[in-house]
């Protein structure tokens, strides 16, 4: 079983992505500039942008976070909202942006989503960069598949000709990933099947997976069992379960029963430490190719 390191091949890609930064300041181009707007103080949110904040500076790129309270007494107005990514989307200085969900449940997430200007949108969560990618087009790519097929290359497991299981279809994670297994060429050609909490007998579909992707988002829910003698293993999965040995009182845990899943595959990823860090470094590569667009 080889451990597939998401931190240690995230770290590769940002140090390859300062040095096109600073080929490009060399060249007199600006440094590439993302900004996210985070609304309220949900821990995890609080987290992720802080990560996302601390890899553009690894990357030479500018950062700006734009806050917005909102509280039972005193929600967001959408309006608000609304105008901020008005603000950025005619902001020539900013290369890309986004919103960190979840959004509280006053506000549609979608409306805000079809807010940004697709040009921007190095999330890829519009649906003019989703439907792009679902044909194959240039377009900024969903962060989280982009860094699994990004993993899948750098460690050389190709899904040509393999049987793909994804267990779980959200729009973030889900879908863009299976579009992206099932597409023509050579970094993809794989036979996809998606699965949800509707699918019968599910450990019967993930036990013909080759490489088995996991995100559901229901910790240690895959067991060895469910998983054929060796599988890649892509574990997205990433829930705060409580553990009283840690100071914070938590852990992450991914949706794969780790230590008893692990021996049976040729390669998996661990949580933390595996999908996440790619997300992240992801969600950079898409803000310098639009810092490059906007040359
Ligand atoms: P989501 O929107 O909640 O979707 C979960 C999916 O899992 C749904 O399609 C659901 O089916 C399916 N599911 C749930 N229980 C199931 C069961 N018992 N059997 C079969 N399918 C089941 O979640 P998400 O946003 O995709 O996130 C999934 C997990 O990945 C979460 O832990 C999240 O924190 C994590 N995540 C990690 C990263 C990262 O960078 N590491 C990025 C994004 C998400 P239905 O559609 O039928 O409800």
Redesign the pocket.
Known sequence: MQLIDGKNTAAEIKAEIAEKVAARKAAGKKQPHLAAILVGHDG?SES?VANKIKACEECGFRSSLIRFESTEEAPLQEKTLLEAIARLNADPDVDGFIVQLPLPRHIDEQRIIEAIDPAKDVDGFHPTNVGRQSIGLPCFHS??PY?IMELLRRYGISPRGKQVVI????????KPLAAMMMQKGSDADATVT??????PN?ADVTRRADILV??????G?ISADMVKDGATVID????RVPDATRKSGWRLR??VDFDTVAPKCSFITP??G???????VSLMRNTLIAAEQRD
Not at 214 to 219: E, I, L, T
Not at 236 to 239: E, P
């Open positions: 995890g992720y962060a989280t860094g267990v779980g279809r959200s729009n973030i994670v889900g998606v699965c949800h909490s509707a699918t599910l996991c995100a559901m988002g229901r910790p829910f997205v999965g990433t829930t991914g949706d949580v933390p595996g999908v996440g860090p790619m997300t992240i």
